[in-house]
């Protein structure tokens, strides 16, 4: 019987996870005009590497890992928001983001590769225009 060393399937997962968290990450970051961010190009990737790791090791634990890491990372995405609010910048926006992309890393490492890039698309679109999705609430209220 010959012991895997490697679990291939682990390292394209994070490398997966890395990528898709990091398009977020970098949505989050393009703006120069932003006075600070408080996550971004390393905090999302990283966010979504937890997702993968956390949900690897759950049938390994024999515990509730994956819940116990949607606990912790929301309780992570409630804290951002109170950085937000500490620094006088509006918006839950970030930390809705930011406990999105950990849900990613559990959706990649479950095997759900092509829901994980759908729900990483829509997230950096809806992101990427908000100004214009400002625009239409505005246009619609007149």
């Known amino acids: 019987m010959a012991v895997e060393l490697i679990d ?3 390292v394209l997962h994070s490398i ?10 970098l949505e989050r970051e ?3 005009e932003k006075p ?3 996550a971004g190009v390393r905090t999302f990737p990283l966010t979504s590497l937890a997702g993968v790791i956390f949900s690897f090791l ?3 634990a024999g515990m509730y890992l994956i819940e116990a890491g949607i606990i912790i990372f929301g309780g992570f995405s409630l804290v951002l928001a109170f950085l937000k609010y500490e620094v006088h910048t509006i918006g839950v926006t970030t930390p809705v983001a930011l406990f999105l992309t950990f849900l990613l890393g559990i ?4 095997g759900f590769i092509f829901e994980a890039a759908f729900v990483t698309i829509a997230v950096t679109l ?3 225009t908000k100004e214009r999705l400002h625009r239409i609430a505005r246009d619609i209220g007149r």
């Open 30 to 32: 393009h703006r120069k």
């Open 58 to 60: 759950s049938p390994m």
């Open 126 to 128: 809806l992101l990427l």
């Open 8 to 10: 291939i399937h682990f």
């Open 16 to 25: 997966l996870a890395i990528g898709m968290g990091g398009l977020i990450g």
């Open 107 to 110: 959706l990649i490492q479950q």
């Open 36 to 38: 600070r961010v408080i």
